[in-house]
């Protein structure tokens, strides 16, 4: 591996790893932080491209378009963010093959593809362990009667007194019900798939319906998982391991 290989590996490493920490702390990853990777990136691969010739090129810009391609499908179909399309593609910037193929398995996906797939085979095995600590929680600590009016979601939820909710960091959790004033007739409560985003107005709502007795003291809240974690986790599987969909199919589907 050459120096310059050595060098973008370190630089994405660390811009990811400050991502995770961002998104963990404020739930955002600032657009700066990608366009500066991508600025750090461009001459890196410029510099391949001049010594490895046109189909290096060729190759470059498939890997970049097939990326940007399938980051934009992931966003608008609300899998991740944008913060984490934005991850994916400044990772095609800098690598469009593996920067230490000599050591693994060849691959044929974009090296920013095998990452998206190694994190949400990743998040496949954290997620069920998140959602059965949550069962376990909601059975410890939530009455028998309580948790009969919401059992179809103590796996994905847990209460949370509403005059708490100012002071609690609201940003990395989500409502999984909505609250409709439907006048004389009280409140509608409809679940969300996915969860709503709690704001300053939001609880202002919550909080006035609770003071004129339409619901009670609890709302029901789902945990936000960051995806960026997952597609850090997947981009060092991919780096040390490999592409963990041919490993499952090597299991699945022996030679």
């Given at each position: 591996?050459?120096?310059?290989?050595?060098?973008?590996?370190?630089?994405?490493?660390?811009?990811?790893?400050?991502?995770?920490?961002?998104?963990?702390?404020?739930?955002?990853?600032?657009?700066?932080?990608?366009?500066?990777?991508?600025?750090?990136?461009?001459?890196?691969?410029?510099?391949?491209?001049?010594?490895?010739?046109?189909?290096?090129?060729?190759?470059?810009?498939?890997?970049?378009?097939?990326?940007?391609?399938?980051?934009?499908?992931?966003?608008?179909?609300?899998?991740?963010?944008?913060?984490?399309a934005k991850g994916l593609i400044a990772i095609a910037v800098l690598f469009p093959t593996h920067p230490l193929n000599e050591r693994v398995l060849l691959d044929p996906f974009p090296?920013?593809?095998?990452?998206?797939?190694?994190?949400?085979?990743?998040?496949?095995?954290?997620?069920?362990?998140?959602?059965?600590?949550?069962?376990?929680?909601?059975?410890?600590?939530?009455?028998?009667?309580?948790?009969?009016?919401?059992?179809?979601?103590?796996?994905?939820?847990?209460?949370?007194?509403?005059?708490?909710?100012?002071?609690?960091?609201?940003?990395?959790?989500?409502?999984?019900?909505?609250?409709?004033?439907?006048?004389?007739?009280?409140?509608?409560?409809?679940?969300?798939?996915?969860?709503?985003?709690?704001?300053?107005?939001?609880?202002?709502?919550?909080?006035?319906?609770?003071?004129?007795?339409?619901?009670?003291?609890?709302?029901?809240?789902?945990?936000?998982?960051?995806?960026?974690?997952?597609?850090?986790?997947?981009?060092?599987?991919?780096?040390?391991?490999?592409?963990?969909?041919?490993?499952?199919?090597?299991?699945?589907?022996?030679?």
């Amino acid at each position: 591996m050459s120096h310059l290989g050595l060098l973008s590996i370190v630089l994405c490493s660390v811009f990811l790893l400050y991502a995770c920490y961002s998104d963990l702390k404020t739930r955002s990853v600032p657009n700066e932080l990608w366009l500066l990777l991508i600025l750090l990136g461009l001459p890196l691969a410029g510099y391949q491209v001049v010594r490895n010739g046109i189909p290096y090129l060729a190759h470059y810009l498939l890997a970049l378009l097939t990326t940007a391609l399938l980051a934009y499908l992931f966003f608008r179909l609300h899998l991740f963010g944008g913060a984490d399309a934005k991850g994916l593609i400044a990772i095609a910037v800098l690598f469009p093959t593996h920067p230490l193929n000599e050591r693994v398995l060849l691959d044929p996906f974009p090296f920013a593809i095998t990452t998206l797939f190694n994190g949400a085979i990743a998040s496949a095995v954290i997620l069920p362990l998140v959602f059965l600590s949550l069962f376990v929680y909601n059975r410890v600590y939530v009455g028998p009667e309580e948790a009969r009016k919401d059992r179809g979601l103590a796996f994905i939820g847990y209460r949370i007194p509403i005059n708490t909710l100012p002071r609690v960091n609201y940003s990395r959790i989500r409502l999984l019900h909505s609250f409709e004033d439907e006048g004389a007739d009280g409140v509608t409560r409809r679940f969300i798939v996915g969860g709503l985003e709690i704001d300053e107005e939001r609880i202002e709502q919550l909080t006035r319906y609770h003071k004129e007795g339409k619901i009670g003291e609890y709302v029901l809240v789902t945990p936000g998982l960051p995806y960026m974690l997952f597609i850090t986790a997947g981009f060092f599987i991919a780096l040390f391991y490999g592409n963990l969909i041919f490993e499952l199919m090597g299991l699945f589907l022996p030679l």
